[in-house]
């Protein structure tokens, strides 16, 4: 269900990231490995960040595979730091507002998963969005309320705080309705300098994601490697599923944990949903 | 700001009605002449009752005006009573979910209007439908929500009184919020039987609303006129605005007034939104 | 690469077909088994023959699996010959004009399979199509072309040896500008009284194609089976890929080989392309 | 019948062109005053130059005015040189491929008008193209085979030359047919670094084309107007209608002229076609 990419580093032209590589984000539209579904043709995205002060976004219900508009904007844009997602859909609508990746300000946010229950705890969690945000959710999914709870937990200063509350409060809602495992899923946040990748559910058994191995120490291992001396030292990727299949450059990122991407850096630290729910 | 029909009667294909007049909602959608904007080109829908135990729905983002599966199916369904809307968007996306008629079990529902100051009002709007409605609210329209409200309020057993204390809900919100005149707009509603349209705005100053004088009087005054032997003595319709130029033959519908044509029978009776907002 | 389904019996409604068995085509969209593709996501389209004098097409670039107006269309439509085909795009763009089935007249068309190398033959090809033809086709497929060669050769009174005279000239051009193995597919075809399907390619080794046992003698051979009871005693179906398991239900039709389908018999006759091109 | 526009000069974000101006042509696709039709709703278009070898191309059959991928990619696109269009259509589909403006390698072609009788000369015209680009055609418009017209003779060597010879085979192919006038249109093609527009037609009634005055000379006589100050000194533009009413800023360029506009210098020379048409 979804297949989602982010990177950061200096700035690349999106093809070399999304169409390139051997089993690129577009290929895992038609041909996921690792996700629950191998199609992910219910629509895409991608969100870039540039010198304009909010990042721009991207996008369609078209499958990825075949859209030849996305393949023309991503061979003419360059971006240090972009998200793009593929989608396949659960319960809603298949429309433009329900892609990913969603935009509040300067934002980006992206999931691969669901809150399960769904239609029993909707509405209580659409009345636990700050009212002043309320008005601007445009589509009907999970992942988008799932972002504006986040906002409404102080995303924009505390990401790791905000996050941990919004699924704290998803689980406690769907315990509370009789929901074994409420929670499922990846999810990356940006603001155009850092990245956040999480991975978390309540049943410990979550979607995939993978880290890359900073390019330095890849060069080291693969001398060789031409892609490698393209790509620059901070260049990092976090991905649903690896793109590409060199051995020992895709690590993957455990359960319960939260990936903090800056400057070519990165910090894994544990992720523990928190059940204080109130602004 | 959008255009609709509605026909009751003996079962007609619905080229007859969308299509072939001299000023059909098709031509509405590209040049409309009474209506907020010429153009009606952000998405159009039909929905159509025969056999089957719901109403068929078919909507689509394109302008009506060029659709070559609207043609086809209009062209290939015949029905006894349908509606047929033509969008100009206010403040939501295009997108199939958005666009009119709306449908619940056996209820259809257009809408040609706005609640003002929506943003301010939305979410307490939506607080207010029935809580086991709420999750299957698809879209994000305003026009969307007065029906759920409509349905919250006994729109199944009482079209009149249910949808009288939904505009009356969203006056008196609109109102609490500093919004002067709240609720604009003509409604149509229908259960497959009998056929509600209802002309009201808070500033009394609403949107057109015709309905055909019946077709005995109108084949008296126009012996002559071919498609009145054609049509059924029951056939009916009420319009945004007429598509068709025969004079005497189309009615306004006055303000503050709901029409309820049943069995060929049309009975006029004054509208007021009331104030009891409780389920 | 595509998969298509016919139907021909009493009318039934659409989705008892499309729909509801086990592998239907909207299952095939995206599972296809015996498929180039197991995706077939660039595009559907339904025609159906009714009253009408021609029959009814509905055809979009959306995935099948996933369009709510198909459903809805389905749902709400019974025919006694109808077509349905799901895409799986070569070469040319995903839109509505090179969707499947194609309408000319009273006569519908589907394909499964492509003219090879079509690039170096598609001058050559569309030069030998009727030139009061040449205006009317609308899009950009083999497919279509092919349907044009066919129609210019007498599609309409002798279909069999149209089609012959079509694929016939396909080979003869390829192989005259190097292709090997010039054409591949299945083909469906009906004037809304009688079907066609024709299994044929260059290399021997054609896409798959089955037709239904008759209703009677499954009847015999499944007396529990409640389907087979509410189904026509007339009713066939020729398919891609069957939609059912039943052991025995499903005949695979030889390799160079047409069907006719007329009136509940059907008659398989060996398949040869004919040399002759001219008109 | 469609209207467009074409930059040239220091590069600019395609927003600040595309949808600020008081009549931008945002705001044509809705409300044209000098086209045929006030509505352009049939899709459109934007190519634009920038580092890369070839220029990228958006199209999309959405109406333009409420597209929100077209704003997002426009407001994160800056460029020297760039096309816009929106389309009304007239006797073809509205289909993403018969969308302006049409590529080939760096050249990029945009027309508002039609071939007269198009159905009767479509396979002459078809046939005249080189048989090595014939294969490369994706549409079906008139506008899109006299792009391919163009470039067989000569387009990337003689544009000038070559769009004459074009619009002259039209002419005699039409009057073979007895079409009266078979040439109505205005054209814009570049090749990245310089802009060609054509205003021409048979009857010698052209839809209305226009240029800018040169901005040194605006700013003589607009000295306090900031957006002369902002633009720069090379920066030109032509347009089907003005997007702007600042009077003297809009030169109606004549009947019978091409207007060659480079590095911030045009030239206007009359255009005639010429007779021959062969290879």
Partial sequence: MCRWLAYTGSPVVLTAVLYTPV??????????KLGAETTNGDGFGIGW????????????????WNDANLREVASHVASPLFFAHVRAAIGSAVQQTNCHPF?????????????DGYARVKREL?????????????????SEILF?????FGLETDPVGAVARAVGLVEATGRAHG??????????????????AFRY????????????????????????????HAASDDARMVVSEPIGDLPGAWLEVPESTVAVVSRGREELRPFTPTGANTR
């Fill in 201 to 228: 559910s309540s049943e410990g058994r979550t979607r995939s994601m993978f880290l890359t191995r900073d390019i330095p120490t890849l060069r080291e291992m693969y001398p060789d490697r031409e892609i490698l």
């Fill in 23 to 32: 089993h690129s984000l577009i290929d895992q539209s038609l041909h996921a």
């Fill in 126 to 142: 659409a009345m636990a969005v700050d009212p002043a945000l309320y008005p601007q959710i445009a589509g009907q999914t999970d």
């Fill in 179 to 196: 929901v074994a495992f409420p929670f499922q899923g990846t999810i990356a946040t940006s603001d155009g300098a850092s990245l956040w």
């Fill in 148 to 152: 504006y709870l986040a906002l409404t």
């Fill in 49 to 64: 960040y540039d010198e304009r002060p909010t990042p721009g976004v991207f996008r369609s219900t078209e499958p990825a």
């Fill in 103 to 115: 935009r509040h300000d300067r934002r980006l946010w992206m999931h691969n998963g669901f809150i």
